[in-house]
């Protein structure tokens, strides 16, 4: 037991922690009208998030043990990339040696789903990303789920 003050963190709270230890990531963020299961449910479905995310056609699990998931990705131009790390309603944090993709959801006080973004190109070799349209191609994951959400 301690004295030291504590806190509880959101997911979103928590995903801008994770992403500001990580150089070129740019964390987007927008507040959507839609229940936060909604979002969760739609983002763990893995079609859903292929559809979303830039540049993907395609992302299916090869291995899964508990939040922990093996998911080999599939690019429009061909690219395969194994991507390793935690997949969960409501949070995501996929790595690769050329890719990291990451998104975080949670409640947002006064109604709606705050919902945060990043990823991009990997710096070889460093948990870093190459910080050229990070923000553009997180802009237009965000619309791409706007514009699913209002289906």
Not at 89 to 105: K, N, T
Request: charged share 30%.
């Amino acid at each position: 037991m301690t004295d030291w003050p504590t806190t509880e963190l959101t997911d979103v709270e928590r995903f801008r922690a994770l992403a500001a230890g990580v150089p070129g990531a740019a964390v987007t963020e927008r507040v959507l009208p839609a229940e936060p299961d909604r979002v969760k449910t739609m983002l763990a479905d893995l079609d859903v998030f292929a559809e979303i995310q830039a540049d993907l056609v395609s992302a299916v699990v090869l291995e899964r043990d508990g939040d922990r998931v093996v998911v080999l990705a599939k690019g429009r131009r061909g690219q395969r990339a194994r991507l390793t790390g935690q997949f969960r309603p409501g949070w995501c944090w996929l790595q690769s040696r050329f890719l990291i993709i990451g998104m975080a959801v949670a409640a947002e006080p006064g109604g709606g789903t705050r919902v945060a973004l990043t990823g991009g190109i990997r710096v070889p070799g460093r948990a870093a990303i190459v910080p050229v349209r990070v923000r553009q191609e997180s802009g237009k994951t965000m619309e791409r789920l706007e514009r699913l959400l209002r289906d």
